[in-house]
């Protein structure tokens, strides 16, 4: 059982490390990458984890990519965490999420929500702050009954507390994974926006840049856009990853260890680069 993309509390999931580790080992899952946001900061403990639990730990990351005006994630897998253009990229990006909170916390305040930065610092482990630490504390608050209505009523496009921001360029975000050693993933390619037209151009973008593989079986999928993520590698000739995207026990439709198995047409990145010995 292989699960490629997951969060700690080192950026905005709500389990530990270890204790990630512990309960992805208890799913059954053997191999286990854990890609937090834009951070590393995890990866130490959970290889301590893992090592005790017996599973293999995949060192990795998501980056927060911009790439014509859309934010768009990239998984880093197998990097070495203590390189150093990663590590200033890792501490710019830190930079940009405080200002973009601070401001997040301005608008969100015009609008009746009371303290919103202490608030969100308050459900976050560390100084890296998502809109994810901004929803537990309006759900809190009863602003919404969850985080996925607060979501939709604050926290994307045209609600009042997004501010969009810019984020490092995709090819920046390829470049710094390769030179740190690791295997580029485009993150839960459903997910985002793009008409049919843009995805393709998207993926010819990818494979200019020499992007190793993109998600195909996500836990932020459908079964249906997991099947449709699995033509468009296909056509692409793009080898495939898969990850469950788990972030804790509040969102209980996505499980560790219950993935369903990768299309059998697809190359799986673990027989295309992906060294897992
Ligand atoms: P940020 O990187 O600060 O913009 O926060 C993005 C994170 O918010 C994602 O990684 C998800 O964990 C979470 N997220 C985004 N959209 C939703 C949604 N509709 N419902 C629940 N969580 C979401
Ligand atoms: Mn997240
Ligand atoms: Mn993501
Ligand atoms: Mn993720």
Redesign the pocket.
């Known amino acids: 059982m292989i699960d490629l993309h997951t969060h700690s509390t080192a950026s905005d999931g709500t389990l530990s490390p270890t204790r990630l580790v512990e309960a992805a080992a208890a799913a059954g899952v053997t191999t286990l990458a854990l890609t937090d ?1 834009d951070c590393v900061a995890g990866v130490e403990e959970a290889a301590l984890a893992a090592a005790r639990c017996g599973i293999r730990l995949v060192p990795g990351i ?1 980056l927060s990519v911009s790439w014509r005006g859309q934010t768009l ?1 990239l998984v880093g897998l197998n990097l070495d965490i203590h390189n150093s253009a990663l590590q200033q990229a890792t501490e710019q990006v830190l930079d940009m999420r405080r200002s973009r909170a601070a401001e997040i916390a301005r608008k969100l305040e015009q609008s009746g929500v009371h303290a919103p930065l202490e608030g969100a610092r308050k459900h976050a482990q560390t100084e890296l702050i998502s809109r994810t630490h901004f929803a537990h504390y309006l759900v809190e608050q009863g602003h919404a009954r969850d985080i996925r209505r607060v979501f939709k009523h604050y926290l994307v496009r045209g609600k009042p507390g997004f501010v969009s921001c810019e984020w490092l360029s995709l090819e920046h975000g390829v470049e710094l994974v390769h030179r740190a050693g690791g295997l580029a993933v485009l ?2 390619p459903a ?1 985002y926006t793009l008409s049919r037209t843009r995805m393709r151009e998207l993926m010819k973008v990818l494979q200019s840049l020499g992007v190793d593989a993109i998600e195909v079986v996500s836990g ?1 999928h459908s079964q249906e856009e997991n099947r449709a993520m699995a033509q468009l590698a296909l056509d692409f000739n793009m080898p495939a990853s898969q990850g469950s ?1 788990y972030h804790g026990p509040e969102k209980p439709w996505v499980q560790l260890g219950k993935l369903p198995p990768m299309y059998y047409r697809c190359t799986p990145l673990w027989e295309a680069g992906l060294n897992l010995d």
Do not use: F, T
Request: avoid cysteine; charge should be negative; hydrophobic fraction near 10%.
């Open positions: 946001h998501e994630h993150a839960h997910r932020s995207d």
